[in-house]
């Protein structure tokens, strides 16, 4: 079968099978890194590493109002961070470099211009000088006369003159590709099959704009051909896309890469996972509120979370998004969580990226024999195409919380420690600062076993860095009870033990124990809890902290007497 025959059938042309695979993942940079973009990464990856092949990073962007250097910065961490490393794109942290850069399509422009003035010159592409007034006309046309818009091919019956005197005017045009008119398109795809798109289903897209940035389809072409990509693994929502890249390749004499169009993602109810979700539950929050004016961010600053100006235009706009750190100040003051969507939201709320890694890469693929968990060794032996499913994947939380339970459990106490202090140094400073050394590793022992993500201690254990005189106490039933039921009651017991602990020789969980559990015996009953819950409503503002003993040990002498002393004050003075 001769190499036109091939492309005519959608055969895989000789050129496509190298002897490396070269595997690509090619983000527009406008935010953290979404999860489906972190699991289409790590299949790339996966793919060219089980393969001895080479993964390339390249950036796109040519979207000059979406894009931003912070993104990609942001793009770069997020991929680290899971431990999917590039050996070909951008540099950073050690990754990228490579010959076949530079790896960010703004940086390749000439390239662009370059073949776009090839396929005028063949004839498969033309100048359009339609102003986006005159588009917006036609496209309102036909959807008064209930078609589908088509682009008419107006610029085509202009003459030759006309053509060039436009140009060296240098009026503003985009080039347009000339589809076949009567084309079958084949695509082969080795995770859907073939699909087969006719050509008079497309019209004569737009491949390099008027400010001569190129369009998605005719930047990816070109990069996927000069980076010698072999296999290109991408979200099934690009398999409409392929066709017109078919064409282009077609048309520039490009070889043509294996294809593999993966499922989508959705949540358990088959909604999608969107950053929409986080405006949707602040929405819905402030409405169940009432609230008409932005609340104030917490002690010490006590200010409205947003200018009141952005309020007023985000509730009256509901198409309107917040901003990702107005959203999570927002949500901070509204105290609710907000869904994970980015692998930065995951990283934030304390999840491992092992973790991570191994819950992405069943999304969408299976190891066999009921294999769940692995490790990054295990993925690259065994990640092939063939096990892929097709269906979409549905984005268990539950189960990736149980995930990383288990993986904080299998700990040493020393790793997790050391997990948790990354943690903190990265988004919860104020702990490594206030505990010191000897104490936040107290801290990470007493709240291993009680946690599901590395975040946990710090949203349960947050009394432990404020002032005493912060604490704000619980007004619930269950502290009621501790403080007020029984003879003596709990702030009795408050009262008697303030002197004991303040004399206390050493400070220590041993003599903590000795000391309370004795008090326990004599004056409640040999009831230890009757003493200790009293104990940690006065020192945490709440009846769950970790065990007494170590809770105490944490916060010190001088915190403890001062909270049991400002609990018995807050009483003396209800009571009044």
């Known amino acids: 079968m001769s190499r036109k025959q091939r492309k005519a059938t959608g055969a895989p042309t000789p050129e496509t099978v190298s002897t490396m695979v070269r595997s690509r993942f090619a983000p527009s940079p406008s935010g953290h890194l979404h999860v489906g973009g972190a699991r289409t990464a790590l299949f790339c990856w996966a793919y060219a590493r089980a393969r001895g092949g080479r993964f390339i990073l390249r950036i796109e962007d040519t979207d000059q109002k979406r894009s931003s250097e912070a993104a990609t910065q942001a793009f770069f961490e997020d991929l680290t961070w899971l431990g999917i490393r590039w050996d070909e794109g951008p540099e950073?942290?050690?990754?990228?470099?490579?010959?076949?850069?530079?790896?960010?399509?703004?940086?390749?422009?000439?390239?662009?211009?370059?073949?776009?003035?090839?396929?005028?010159?063949?004839?498969a592409a033309y100048p359009a000088f339609e102003t986006p007034h005159m588009l917006e006309a036609a496209r309102a046309r036909a959807r008064d006369e209930g078609r589908?818009?088509?682009?008419d091919r107006a610029a085509l019956k202009l003459d030759a003159a006309t053509i060039r005197r436009y140009l060296d005017e240098k009026r503003p045009h985009v080039v347009r590709l000339k589809v076949p008119d009567t084309c079958q398109i084949t695509i082969p795809d080795v995770v859907r099959g073939e699909t087969h798109v006719s050509s008079a289903e497309l019209d004569d897209f737009v491949i390099l704009k008027a400010?001569?940035?190129?369009?998605?389809?005719?930047?990816?072409?070109?990069?996927?051909?000069?980076?010698?990509?072999?296999?290109?693994?991408?979200?099934?929502?690009?398999?409409?896309?392929?066709a017109k890249h078919i064409l282009l390749q077609d048309a520039l004499d490009f070889r043509r890469p294996i294809y593999a169009h993966i499922s989508l993602i959705f949540n358990p109810d088959g909604s999608k996972m969107s950053k929409r979700e986080?405006?949707?539950?602040?929405?819905?929050e402030v409405k169940r509120l009432g609230l008409q004016v932005p609340p104030e961010t917490g002690v010490p600053t006590a200010q409205?979370?947003?200018?009141?100006?952005?309020?007023?235009?985000?509730?009256?706009?509901?198409?309107?998004?917040?901003?990702?750190?107005?959203a999570r100040s927002l949500a901070?003051?509204?105290?609710?969580?907000?869904?994970?969507?980015?692998?930065?939201?995951?990283?934030?709320?304390?999840?491992?990226?092992?973790?991570?890694?191994?819950?992405?890469?069943?999304?969408?693929?299976?190891?066999?024999?009921?294999?769940?968990?692995?490790d990054r060794e295990f993925l690259?032996?065994?990640?092939?195409?063939?096990?892929?499913?097709?269906?979409?994947?549905?984005?268990?939380?539950?189960?990736?919380?149980?995930?990383?339970?288990?993986?904080?459990?299998?700990?040493?106490?020393?790793?997790?420690?050391?997990?948790l202090r990354a943690h903190c140094l990265r988004y919860h400073r104020d702990f490594l600062d206030m505990l010191g050394n000897e104490k936040f590793a107290l801290f990470a022992a007493a709240n291993q076993q009680r946690s599901k993500t590395l975040d946990d201690p710090v949203r349960s254990g947050r009394f432990f860095v404020i002032g005493d005189e912060e604490v704000a106490y619980e007004h619930s039933k269950a502290v009621t009870k501790a403080l007020t039921h029984g003879d003596p009651n709990g702030y009795a017991h408050l009262k008697a033990v303030e002197p004991l602990l303040k004399e206390l020789p050493h400070w220590t969980i041993k003599r903590l124990e000795e000391t309370l559990t004795q008090y326990a015996?004599?004056?409640?009953?040999?009831?230890?809890?009757?003493?200790?819950?009293?104990?940690?409503?006065?020192?945490?503002?709440?009846?769950?902290s970790p065990a007494i003993f170590d809770t105490l040990a944490i916060l010190g002498r001088e915190s403890v007497i001062n909270r049991i002393r400002r609990c018995l004050a807050m009483r003396e003075r209800d009571t009044k």
């Not at 609710?336 to 890469?361: C, K, Q, S, T, W």
Request: glycine residues 10%.
């Open 92 to 123: 950073f942290d050690g990754c990228g470099g490579g010959e076949a850069g530079p790896y960010r399509q703004s940086q390749r422009l000439d390239l662009y211009r370059r073949h776009a003035d090839q396929l005028n010159a063949a004839g």
């Open 148 to 151: 589908a818009y088509r682009y």
């Open 211 to 242: 400010d001569g940035y190129p369009t998605y389809h005719f930047a990816v072409v070109i990069d996927d051909e000069l980076m010698g990509v072999t296999h290109v693994i991408r979200g099934e929502e690009h398999l409409g896309n392929t």
């Open 278 to 284: 986080r405006d949707i539950r602040l929405r819905r």
């Open 304 to 326: 409205p979370v947003m200018p009141v100006d952005q309020w007023r235009r985000w509730l009256a706009d509901k198409d309107q998004q917040l901003d990702l750190e107005s």
């Open 332 to 374: 901070e003051a509204l105290k609710i969580d907000l869904p994970e969507i980015d692998v930065e939201d995951f990283r934030r709320a304390g999840y491992l990226p092992e973790v991570m890694m191994n819950y992405l890469a069943l999304l969408g693929w299976s190891p066999g024999g009921d294999i769940e968990k692995f």
């Open 380 to 419: 690259i032996s065994h990640f092939d195409l063939d096990r892929m499913i097709k269906s979409p994947a549905r984005f268990d939380r539950d189960k990736l919380l149980a995930f990383n339970l288990d993986a904080l459990q299998a700990m040493s106490t020393e790793e997790f420690s050391d997990r």
């Open 521 to 544: 015996n004599e004056h409640a009953g040999g009831k230890l809890g009757k003493v200790a819950q009293p104990l940690r409503i006065a020192v945490s503002g709440g009846p769950v």
